[in-house]
């Protein structure tokens, strides 16, 4: 009995062992794979030593981190390995949070970690859109304006926003240009004058200028949608008979089309059924 009892500890172990190293090689495997995706998506060839390294860092990563950093690695290449060693966890937890930021934070480490850091992970969110606005948006406009910036803003507006505040003559003039933007929009950025802004810069003149006529455009706009609604409403008041009877030949005409759609489509099945009966019947007499 003990011998048997032994002979199954033994034979337990063994099978356990084996388990753990088919586990091991196919762990290996994976994350020499992965440094392959890496080299490729970094475009470099490594040689022995330094491949023996990337394997060692990434495996120390994945023990951690575990399909998270092989993920993250394919994406963002052998730069995001450098990044974690001197950075550590952080390359991981952001890198998670925002990856289609993972190859940009991987080769611009330095300037985006700490700032992701300070203003919060809107930061990857500009740059997986737009590569290098958070840095413009931190210059011209300050840390907060990230936040808001990276949920309400287009690409195209972001470029055109930063691009303009590049060319004001004072930073009174930036604020003045964010402070209306926020108000108006894209249609406040269609008035600005590119062609002057370029040749001679960006004033306070010119953005009250172009936010005075979007202004008085949008005014315009709401006014006339008003001013339709108000018709209705005095139409329905004033002349109910009239009101009606215009609704009324709204609905007929509409009830006209209706009616033709149903009568081509009814007419359209009829053929159909006609031209089968008429295919079954010249079968059977051939």
């Given at each position: ?15 356990f ?35 023996k390294?990337a ?91 990230v ?5 309400n ?49 960006l ?74 009966f ?9």
């Amino acid at each position: 009995m003990k011998k048997i009892t032994i002979y199954f500890i033994v034979f337990s172990l063994l099978v356990f062992v084996s388990k753990v190293h088919g586990s091991v090689s196919i762990a290996r495997y994976t994350i020499q794979e992965t440094i392959e995706i890496a080299s490729r998506v970094s475009g470099k060839t490594l040689n022995p030593a330094a491949r023996k390294l990337a394997t060692e860092e990434l495996e120390k990563w994945a023990i951690k981190y575990g399909d998270d950093a092989i993920r993250a690695t394919e994406k963002g290449g052998l730069e995001l390995l450098e990044a974690a060693s001197k950075y550590g966890d952080d390359v991981w937890h952001l890198s998670s949070k925002v990856p289609q930021a993972t190859r940009a934070l991987a080769v611009r480490a330095d300037e985006l970690i700490p700032m992701t850091k300070r203003i919060g992970t809107e930061v990857l969110e500009l740059e997986a859109r737009t590569p290098g606005i958070a840095e413009k948006i931190v210059e011209h406009f300050g840390d907060d304006a990230v936040k808001y910036l990276a949920h309400n803003v287009s690409p195209e507006d972001l470029t055109r926003l930063t691009g303009y505040a590049a060319k004001a003559d004072s930073p009174a003039t930036k604020a003045l240009l964010y402070e209306k933007y926020k108000e108006a929009g894209t249609h406040f950025l269609d008035k600005l004058d590119y062609k002057q802004i370029l040749a001679g810069g960006l004033s306070i003149a010119a953005i009250t200028a172009a936010y005075e006529v979007s202004k008085g455009e949008r005014i315009k706009s709401e006014e006339i949608g008003k001013g339709m609604g108000k018709g209705y409403e005095e139409v329905a008041k004033n002349n109910p008979d009239v009101f009606v009877k215009g609704a009324r030949s709204n609905t007929s005409d509409f009830l006209d089309v209706l009616y033709i759609l149903v009568i081509v489509l009814v007419v359209g099945i009829i053929s159909i059924i006609l031209l089968k009966f008429y295919k079954i019947i010249t079968t059977k007499q051939n």
